[in-house]
């Protein structure tokens, strides 16, 4: 990447709102040019797509077509299938890669844009393909994720300065560089700042057509049904869940779906229901659509908001969720280089989990023990074994109650070690794990990011604390326990008949 600080691309012409979009690094070639910071040496535009998995409403995929129609060139779509990402298993690969299967086809079909899948190290894949393809402006959507960042530092180290960089980002709806410019207090000190710019940035994508220039080249063949096979043999120990379709079609069934669909089915009790484990779709469900970038945040908010005028009271609460909330982790992650390390803490937090750190525990597990759900509280094991079951654990006890996190604290022998392993297991078994709201959910948890400090206590010290007895007042707990050993037999079931291929689609039917 070039020595100065990425720079907001200034092109009159572009159709995405130049704040979008950082010049990650310009062309020598496209100096010449009369837009600046673009491609155009004549070979393709590629978009390396990474986080937002989708043809519909990508402000990436718009750009990239945006600016080969302006420099006349064709436009592809690359993908790097890595074969280790932050430990994902059976569960998050398969999910992806039948999104991508679906994205693959719908690409071509409606803009007639090739979708290349690598597997290796992007960092030597992506720049191949760009000398393979004479390309000469690399677009690419937004993570705040170190792994990434550095990838992306070293592509454009690799490709030097015969190749312009532009990262676009397509998965906040106020791009995160404009929402803030540093690291955010809490949801208070951000929330303020977003609302303000909603009016410029919550609007409907434009219209996106085929590129004039088509792609000659060959038009790869991918094998999906043999890498989707060879994930699930691999990360056989976390199998695919069955009651969560992959894929834009199903991202926005479960958006708007005349069936069940969270906006025209479920929004109206959203503010109550979702305080209650015991009804799963009580909450939008959306995580997973939102992780893998099937589905746009700002898609999911422009229809939510259309329904203010009916449902205000849900409407608000879903969008300080999905905007607010959201963003916020990503500006954590962004501005924290230690955003999954105690470093990150604030400093009264760092300092009263430190004071405490000795302090006896009543209970210590192993990690090995959490995982198999073996402690004395089975309130915490059904959280832990809906995780592990079903791939997402109900909002209730994992965001707003906090318990699992929270127990993890009390149980372990101090902050760092309960930190690594609710971040381990959290990625381990989530479908929507590895995600910036994952770690911020964990240090949120367990350091107080982006809380306050609470009474003191053992352990806790000012950290907030929950108990058992808090959660009974709250919800109805041997219901919830009977629900989730319903959700395990049926698991253990799929998996004793082999979850693969057609029985993931079958077990997705009978779920629904
Ligand atoms: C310990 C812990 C771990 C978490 N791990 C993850 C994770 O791995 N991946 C993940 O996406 N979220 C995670 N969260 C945040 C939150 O629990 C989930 O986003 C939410 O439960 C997803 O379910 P939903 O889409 O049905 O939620 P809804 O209530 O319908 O919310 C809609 C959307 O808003 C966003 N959202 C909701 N709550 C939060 C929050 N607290 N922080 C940031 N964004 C939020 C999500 O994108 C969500 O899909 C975690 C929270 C905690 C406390």
Redesign the pocket.
Same mark, same amino acid.
């Given at each position: 990447m070039s020595s100065d600080a990425p720079q907001i691309i200034k092109r009159a012409c572009s159709v995405v709102p130049p704040t979008r979009q950082l010049v990650l690094q310009g062309s020598k070639r496209s100096n010449q040019q009369q837009c600046g910071g673009g491609g155009g040496g004549g070979g393709a535009v590629v978009y390396w797509m990474f986080r937002d998995q989708r043809v519909r409403d990508n402000w990436a995929l718009i750009h990239a077509v945006d600016q080969a129609n302006h420099f006349k060139v064709p436009v592809v779509v690359a993908f790097n299938l890595f074969d280790q990402f932050l430990g994902a298993k059976a569960r998050q690969l398969g999910f992806m890669l039948r999104g991508l299967q679906e994205l693959q086809c719908s690409l071509m079909e409606t803009l007639q844009i090739p979708f290349f899948l690598f597997q290796g190290e992007a960092v030597e894949t992506i720049p191949d393909f760009l000398r393979e393809c004479g390309a000469s402006l690399l677009v690419t959507d937004f993570s705040p994720l170190r792994e990434v960042r550095k990838w992306k530092e070293e592509i454009c180290s690799r490709v030097g300065d015969s190749v312009a960089v532009h990262e676009v980002d397509a998965h906040n709806v106020v791009p995160l560089w404009v929402a803030s410019q540093k690291l955010e207090y809490s949801a208070r000190t951000l929330r303020g700042k977003i609302n303000k710019l909603l009016p410029e940035y919550l609007f409907d994508y434009p219209k996106i057509t085929s590129p004039q220039m088509k792609w000659e080249g060959e038009t790869p063949v991918i094998d999906w049904e043999g890498l989707i096979a060879d994930v699930s043999r691999k990360g056989a120990e976390v199998p695919e869940v069955g009651w969560c379709e992959p894929g834009e079609t199903a991202a926005m069934e479960v958006l708007l779906g005349s069936k069940d669909g969270?906006l025209t089915k479920r929004l109206k009790n959203?503010s109550s229901d /979702?305080n209650n484990p015991l009804k799963p779709k009580g909450?939008?469900?959306? *995580?997973p659509y939102?992780?893998f970038g099937q589905i746009s945040?700002q898609r999911?908010a422009l229809e939510a908001r259309n329904l203010r005028k009916l449902h205000t009271q849900s409407v608000d609460a879903?969008l300080e969720?999905?905007i607010v909330? /959201?963003e916020? *982790?990503d500006n954590f992650c962004y501005y924290q280089p230690h955003y999954d390390s105690l470093l990150g803490a604030w400093e009264w937090a760092r300092k009263t989990l430190m004071d405490h750190a000795g302090d006896k525990r009543e209970h210590v597990y192993t990690k090995e023990q959490l995982e198999s759900a073996k402690t004395f509280d089975p309130l915490w094991n059904a959280s832990q074994l809906e995780m592990v079951h079903h791939g997402? =654990?109900? $909002?209730f006890m /994992?965001?707003l109650l =906090?318990y699992?996190?929270k127990k993890i604290l009390e149980w372990t022998t101090g902050p760092e070690e309960a930190l690594s392993i609710?971040i381990y297991l959290?990625?381990k078994y989530?479908l929507? $794990?590895?995600?910036p *709201? $994952?770690y911020?959910?964990?240090m949120?948890?367990i350091c107080g990011v982006h809380d306050q400090g609470w009474r003191e206590r053992p352990v806790f010290g000012k950290i907030r604390y929950m108990n058992y007895e808090g959660c009974k007042r709250k919800f109805d707990v041997d219901g919830y326990l009977a629900h989730v050993k319903r959700l395990v037999n049926g698991s253990k079931k799929r998996k004793g008949e082999g979850i693969a291929g057609e029985a993931v689609k079958e077990s997705r039917r009978s779920e629904s």
């Open positions: 969270f959203y /979702r909450l939008s469900c959306l *995580s939102l992780h945040a999911c879903f969720e999905l909330r /959201r916020l *982790s997402k =654990m109900h $909002g /994992r965001q =906090m699992w996190a609710a959290n990625d989530e929507d $794990g590895r995600d *709201s $994952g911020v959910g964990c949120w948890s």
